[in-house]
């Protein structure tokens, strides 16, 4: 396993960190879906084992994440394998679960869900504290309090390092100035790299500053191994983000699996050498920290955690961006 800096700091995170999003299980915030499947925690604990035994060092959390829960199921699955959770980097959010307060970017909401987290992962303090969007009201009312309240964090020892999620090219180019990130988060995949291309105006801006890129969903939600049949395509339960996402429609899953027989092709056909090929790509592109995809299981994390090293090369990388041109 291979270690990258974030930036301007001192956290050196594995390039395949895992994500605990899955973790959470079913969930809802405000009435909307944004959870999956329920886990079995004895195989996710067993997931992070496989993890830790191949040199992963960094675990990317949120506290809407089961509102709570995947950051409380890491922290045990830590204790269980006799694993001082100070010994990893992990990284938790703020923003998307409001409580009671009218934006989840109040200063005093902030202040709660970050010593919140603190309990929920048994800690004194937290390695990277993300924004975890970038909405922050209108006119950015809540923006000037969010980050001075983060900064008093980080001057407590609380926090160490401040990071930005965020979802659009003008949130990141408008937040980035006040915030001042360490890093930035973001979806990142073959199928969609509009924030890592090459070029890219999110690309110039973390030269310019400079900045690493934290790419959530490289597989994107499983896609990208061609699990999925085209012909019946999977049904999700409530509280799960993928019901009724297009991505996993007869049409939408027929296109990729016609693209994915060129990469089978060229790269191989088994579930590690696709999941080898979408961490890697994402890898290879300029300002990258690292990839978090998720897992649930040993089976899933063996899966990510084999694609250490194995580089694409230039005429790789150029075919698989060439693959998934939308047309």
């Not at 004895?42 to 035994?53: C, N, Q, S, T």
């Not at 909401?109 to 990277?128: F, K, T, W, Y």
């Not at 400079?210 to 499983?222: M, T």
Request: glycine share 10%; aromatic share 10%; net charge positive.
């Amino acid at each position: 396993m291979q270690y990258r800096r974030l930036g301007t700091s001192d956290l050196r995170v594995s390039e395949i960190s895992f994500g605990c999003w899955t973790m959470g299980g079913l969930n809802w915030v405000n009435g909307s879906p944004n959870g999956w499947a329920d886990p079995d925690e004895a195989e996710v604990r067993r997931g992070i084992k496989v993890a830790l035994d191949a040199g992963v060092n960094h675990f990317d959390n949120a506290d809407v994440y089961g509102n709570g829960k995947a950051e409380r199921m890491l922290a045990r699955c830590l204790k269980r394998l006799g694993v001082k959770s100070t010994k990893v980097i992990i990284a938790t959010k703020v923003g998307w679960f409001p409580g009671t307060a009218e934006s989840a970017y109040e200063p005093a909401h902030i202040r709660h869900q970050c010593e919140q987290s603190l309990v929920n992962l048994g800690r004194d303090h937290i390695d990277l504290y993300y924004f975890h969007h970038g909405d922050f009201g209108p006119n950015d009312r809540y923006v000037e309090g969010a980050v001075e309240t983060a900064r008093k964090l980080q001057k407590e020892g609380k926090v160490r390092w401040i990071g930005l999620s965020a979802y659009s090219e003008k949130d990141f180019a408008r937040l980035v100035p006040k915030i001042k990130p360490v890093c930035l988060q973001s979806f990142a995949s073959a199928l969609d790299d509009k924030f890592i291309a090459p070029g890219s105006a999110v690309q110039k801006l973390m030269t310019k500053h400079p900045l690493s890129f934290v790419a959530f969903g490289p597989l994107a939600k499983g896609r990208l191994l061609d699990k999925y049949n085209p012909k019946k395509p999977p049904t999700f339960e409530p509280g799960d983000h993928r019901r009724g996402n297009a991505g996993f429609t007869k049409g939408a899953l027929a296109d990729l699996h016609a693209r994915l027989a060129k990469i089978k092709k060229r790269f191989g056909g088994t579930t590690e050498d696709l999941a080898a090929v979408a961490l890697n790509y994402v890898l290879e592109q300029p300002n990258v920290g690292c990839v978090i995809p998720g897992f649930r299981n040993p089976s899933q994390a063996r899966c990510n955690v084999q694609a250490a090293g194995r580089r694409l090369s230039a005429a790789d990388i150029d075919f698989i961006r060439k693959v998934f041109a939308k047309s």
